[in-house]
């Protein structure tokens, strides 16, 4: 079935975010002298806040100070992403053009809240290339879920096996996999599991190394 839309995660796929994020959440640590495991973190890339909060909740002792944390965490992470334009990954805006060009569907699925999302992309001069976004806090639940893709999918009025997914981590994967979307994945901060790449899905080291020829 040829691909008629194209669906994009966001942070740690377009942007250049997640080590920004995880930057920020050690800082946050630090300043409130808590010990963190940097292991758990990457757990919840690609989740929203509620399902990031469980996580790091489960992986730390009971003494783990997650409201303080989260807040400190915020204010960083916040004055980072809203001041100012943050790196497009590579690769990004010659996808879009080509996309563009093509008349293909161009949607968002990102686990991040719907306001903060467009303030990244509209200061990264993105904002324009979507005609569809689904957000974090339009669904219930959170990526590795597949709710947020069947949402998209919906959006964009397409059976999902004309629907291509881009996305960098593993909760993202899955939640695209088993909504029924083809997937290909970019890995940012973690590499692809042995279980992950049991999928079978396409996995490339960029978004440069896309060409649309292959899908439509």
Not at 49 to 66: C, K, S, V
């Amino acid at each position: 079935m040829t691909i008629k839309a194209l669906i994009f995660d966001m942070d740690g796929l377009l942007l250049d975010t997640e080590r920004r994020s995880l930057a920020c959440f050690l800082q946050a640590a630090k300043e409130l002298n808590c010990t963190v495991n940097k292991d758990v973190y990457l757990q919840c890339i690609g989740t929203n806040m509620a399902q990031t909060e469980q996580i790091l909740r489960a992986g730390h002792d009971a003494n783990f100070p997650y409201t303080q944390l989260r807040q400190c965490w915020d204010d960083l992470y916040l004055k980072e992403v809203t001041t100012k334009a943050l790196p497009i990954k590579a690769g990004v805006i010659q996808l879009l053009d080509e996309a563009k060009s093509r008349g293909l569907t161009i949607g968002l699925a990102t686990s991040t809240h719907y306001q903060l999302a467009c303030v990244k992309l509209k200061n990264a001069e993105l904002f324009d290339y979507f005609s569809h976004i689904v957000a974090g806090d339009h669904v219930e639940k959170s990526k590795p879920d597949p709710q947020i893709y069947l949402h998209a999918t919906q959006q964009v009025n397409l059976d999902v096996k004309q629907c291509l997914a881009f996305e960098d981590s593993e909760n993202g994967v899955l939640s695209a996999f088993n909504a029924g979307l083809n997937v290909v994945q970019i890995p940012d901060l973690v590499e692809p599991s042995t279980q992950m790449q049991k999928l079978g899905h396409e996995i490339k080291s960029s978004l440069t190394q896309v060409d649309l020829k292959d899908y439509c």
